[in-house]
């Protein structure tokens, strides 16, 4: 028997007070006593460098969903940080960072809590701030969205992040940084903790430039400064390297034009690609955002019971419940098909470049009157939604948990808005490398936009070979 939820108008008012009663402000932590952040509640664990070192190490924080040796891993989660016990060994992503004497871990960074929303807030570590916020408050962007701002702040060099749908590429584009999202399987997830680690999840590197990315990349996988020097040599210009160009509907037109711009000035071959392209490619975004939401359900549904765990994160994880049912086995089933036409692009281009974000990072808000506003729009958008088709196979384990009808529909449309506006998830979903950097934007409120630039399977060397040309012509 399928269970349809019914919703009053009164129930959800109701749900959205005392939630937001509950929870608090989500720019607000609610620990923030006990944890002191030295920029903005970038850190959760912060250890100072050492001062006066001759040369100076190379500074390295840690997203704090990666096992660091005898730290918790919290995995930006109250309930985590207070029921886990130390890790017990390093993830193995950071076995070649612990070999290098040059190399200082600085500490574990933040992150929206189970590494799921894609704005980057965190409602119990608190948010941290994006360096181009000023009196209207800018999203810092998710996951990884301590890993952007440690580099932003210059509280690292290297960040360490993970990308699931575009959690390393959209903090980056938030922050005006550069992150790398690696192929699928290049660096090793275990000690990570997933949200789908057999289809999705990657580690990968975030810094201020794309040298610093290289110095990144050469810190998760042994001998990469050498491909990057040998991808350097063999397209030393940009004359010699074809970008197709992708061109998707929706797009603020300041940002295409950048974009365009940014490819025109270091001199690429630019290739548009065609309609039918784009259709595989909106067709990818679907499914891949189908399968990230409904993994969220199969890693994390455990935690729904547990008090510690925000309402923001029950209702993605109760999202997924939905997708899971309806979407997700059918997303799965498309997924060779949009390999093979990654493959078809890849004989005709060398990369596939595009916005990374659609628009400019959303402002928070945290006014009660614009979240019930929010909350009774998506009511009425997913009133006669099949995400609300739970079975009850699904929901009769959780039928004892005091969830109000707002957090079943997801806290707030701006996570909604993020998945909608962010161009990266078609990459994970082909489990390809892409690569996040930032190019001016002018005339707007932020002096910066992101480009993405697309590469076929192990490309990562080359990308960021392309991506310094791009850096070297502003």
Same mark, same amino acid.
């Given at each position: 028997?399928?269970?349809?939820?019914?919703?009053?108008?009164?129930?959800?008012?109701?749900?959205?007070?005392?939630?937001?009663?509950?929870?608090?402000?989500?720019?607000?932590?609610?620990?923030?006593?006990?944890?002191?952040?030295?920029?903005?509640?970038?850190?959760?664990?912060?250890?100072?460098?050492?001062?006066?070192?001759?040369?100076?190490?190379?500074?390295?924080?840690?997203?704090?969903?990666?096992?660091?040796?005898?730290?918790?891993?919290?995995?930006?989660?109250?309930?985590?940080?207070?029921?886990?016990?130390?890790?017990?060994?390093?993830?193995?992503?950071?076995?070649?960072?612990?070999?290098?004497?040059?190399?200082?871990?600085?500490?574990?960074?933040?992150?929206?809590?189970?590494?799921?929303?894609?704005?980057?807030?965190?409602?119990?570590?608190?948010?941290?701030?994006?360096?181009?916020?000023?009196?209207?408050?800018?999203?810092?962007?998710?996951?990884?969205?301590?890993?952007?701002?440690?580099?932003?702040?210059?509280?690292?060099?290297?960040?360490?992040?993970?990308?699931?749908?575009?959690?390393?590429?959209?903090?980056?584009?938030?922050?005006?940084?550069?992150?790398?999202?690696?192929?699928?399987?290049?660096?090793?997830?275990?000690?990570?903790?997933?949200?789908?680690?057999?289809?999705?999840?990657?580690?990968?590197?975030?810094?201020?430039?794309?040298?610093?990315?290289?110095?990144?990349?050469?810190? =998760?996988?042994?001998?990469?400064?050498?491909?990057?020097?040998?991808?350097?040599?063999?397209?030393?210009?940009?004359?010699?390297?074809?970008?197709?160009?992708?061109?998707?509907?929706?797009?603020?037109?300041?940002?295409?034009?950048?974009?365009?711009?940014?490819?025109?000035?270091?001199?690429?071959?630019?290739?548009?690609?065609?309609?039918?392209?784009?259709?595989?490619?909106?067709?990818?975004?679907?499914?891949?955002?189908?399968?990230?939401?409904?993994?969220?359900?199969?890693?994390?549904?455990?935690?729904?019971?547990?008090?510690?765990?925000?309402?923001?994160?029950?209702?993605?994880?109760?999202?997924?419940?939905?997708?899971?049912?309806?979407?997700?086995?059918q997303a799965l089933s498309r997924r060779d098909a949009w390999q093979r036409a990654l493959h078809e692009v890849f004989q005709q281009v060398d990369f596939i470049a595009l916005p990374t974000l659609q628009s400019l990072p959303p402002k928070v808000s945290p006014?009660?009157?614009?979240?019930?506003?929010?909350?009774?729009?998506?009511?009425?958008?997913?009133?006669?939604?099949?995400?609300?088709?739970?079975?009850?196979?699904?929901?009769?384990?959780?039928?004892?948990?005091?969830?109000?009808?707002?957090?079943?529909?997801?806290?707030?449309?701006?996570?909604?808005?993020? =998945?909608?506006?962010?161009?990266?998830?078609?990459?994970?979903?082909?489990?390809?490398?892409?690569?996040?950097?930032?190019?001016?934007?002018?005339?707007?409120?932020?002096?910066?936009?992101?480009?993405?630039?697309?590469?076929?399977?192990?490309?990562?060397?080359?990308?960021?070979?392309?991506?310094?040309?791009?850096?070297?012509?502003?």
């Amino acid at each position: 028997m399928m269970i349809k939820p019914r919703f009053a108008p009164t129930r959800i008012l109701t749900g959205l007070l005392l939630t937001f009663l509950a929870d608090g402000c989500s720019l607000l932590p609610k620990n923030a006593e006990h944890h002191p952040q030295p920029h903005d509640h970038t850190f959760i664990v912060y250890w100072p460098p050492p001062e006066n070192v001759t040369p100076p190490p190379l500074k390295l924080a840690v997203k704090d969903n990666i096992d660091l040796k005898g730290v918790i891993t919290t995995a930006g989660s109250e309930y985590l940080s207070k029921s886990r016990l130390p890790a017990i060994r390093d993830a193995g992503c950071l076995a070649i960072a612990r070999q290098r004497s040059d190399v200082r871990i600085v500490g574990k960074v933040n992150l929206s809590e189970f590494a799921v929303s894609p704005s980057g807030i965190n409602d119990y570590f608190g948010t941290p701030r994006n360096p181009f916020s000023g009196w209207r408050r800018l999203i810092p962007g998710g996951s990884s969205c301590g890993s952007a701002n440690a580099v932003a702040t210059r509280m690292a060099d290297i960040a360490f992040g993970t990308d699931t749908a575009g959690s390393v590429r959209v903090p980056a584009a938030c922050c005006g940084v550069v992150g790398l999202k690696t192929t699928f399987g290049l660096v090793s997830l275990d000690g990570v903790f997933p949200i789908d680690a057999q289809h999705l999840d990657t580690v990968g590197p975030i810094a201020r430039d794309v040298a610093g990315t290289v110095q990144g990349m050469d810190l =998760l996988q042994s001998g990469f400064a050498a491909r990057y020097a040998a991808a350097v040599a063999a397209k030393p210009t940009a004359q010699t390297i074809r970008i197709g160009r992708l061109r998707l509907r929706g797009t603020d037109s300041r940002i295409d034009k950048a974009i365009d711009q940014a490819l025109a000035h270091a001199q690429f071959q630019v290739i548009d690609l065609d309609d039918s392209f784009r259709a595989k490619w909106d067709q990818a975004k679907q499914d891949g955002t189908a399968v990230a939401e409904a993994a969220t359900w199969l890693s994390d549904a455990k935690y729904l019971n547990k008090l510690g765990v925000s309402s923001r994160t029950k209702s993605i994880i109760l999202l997924g419940a939905g997708v899971y049912t309806t979407q997700y086995r059918q997303a799965l089933s498309r997924r060779d098909a949009w390999q093979r036409a990654l493959h078809e692009v890849f004989q005709q281009v060398d990369f596939i470049a595009l916005p990374t974000l659609q628009s400019l990072p959303p402002k928070v808000s945290p006014s009660l009157k614009i979240d019930l506003l929010k909350a009774q729009a998506r009511v009425d958008n997913w009133q006669n939604s099949d995400l609300l088709n739970f079975t009850d196979s699904l929901i009769t384990p959780f039928t004892s948990i005091p969830v109000t009808s707002l957090q079943l529909l997801g806290i707030d449309l701006l996570e909604a808005q993020m =998945l909608n506006i962010q161009n990266t998830v078609a990459v994970n979903y082909a489990g390809n490398p892409a690569l996040a950097l930032p190019i001016p934007l002018h005339h707007a409120s932020m002096p910066v936009t992101s480009l993405q630039l697309v590469g076929p399977p192990r490309s990562e060397a080359e990308l960021l070979a392309a991506g310094r040309l791009v850096e070297s012509h502003p």
